[in-house]
């Protein structure tokens, strides 16, 4: 299975930062080299959108609201990846969900998610 563990949400004040955290594990993950990293959020009342994107070659891809304040990174040693999340606005709200996906010739695929975490930006 994949297992993804998120972490880092909280409550933040506008133009403040905060980094998310997620971890992936599992018997099935361990067997793919190369995979993607992504963050997307859901706000209230609101489909979920992808926020940012990580190639397993490091290729980092951005929603048009979130360039220039947001970063993805990955930890590969660590099996991690991140989301700084800098010049936090009020339409930041909304639950933030890690995805890992891989595809191979070989081993089939798998497209997981994290648990959510909660981003709350309000003064």
């Known amino acids: 299975q994949v297992q993804l563990v998120e972490s880092g949400g909280g409550l933040v004040q506008p133009g403040g930062s905060l980094r998310l955290s997620c971890a992936a594990s599992?018997?099935?993950?361990?067997?793919?080299?190369?995979?993607?990293m992504a963050w997307y959020r859901q706000a209230p009342g609101k489909q979920r959108e992808l926020v940012a994107a990580i190639s397993s070659g490091g290729r980092e891809n951005y929603a048009d609201s979130v360039k220039g304040r947001f970063t993805i990174s990955r930890d590969n040693a660590k099996n991690t990846v991140y989301l700084q999340m800098n010049s936090l606005k009020p339409d930041d709200t909304a639950v933030y969900y890690c995805n890992v996906a891989a595809v191979s010739t070989y081993l089939g695929s798998f497209n997981s998610w994290g648990q959510g975490t909660q981003v709350t930006v309000s003064s």
């Open positions: 599992g018997s099935i993950f361990s067997m793919f080299s190369t995979y993607a």
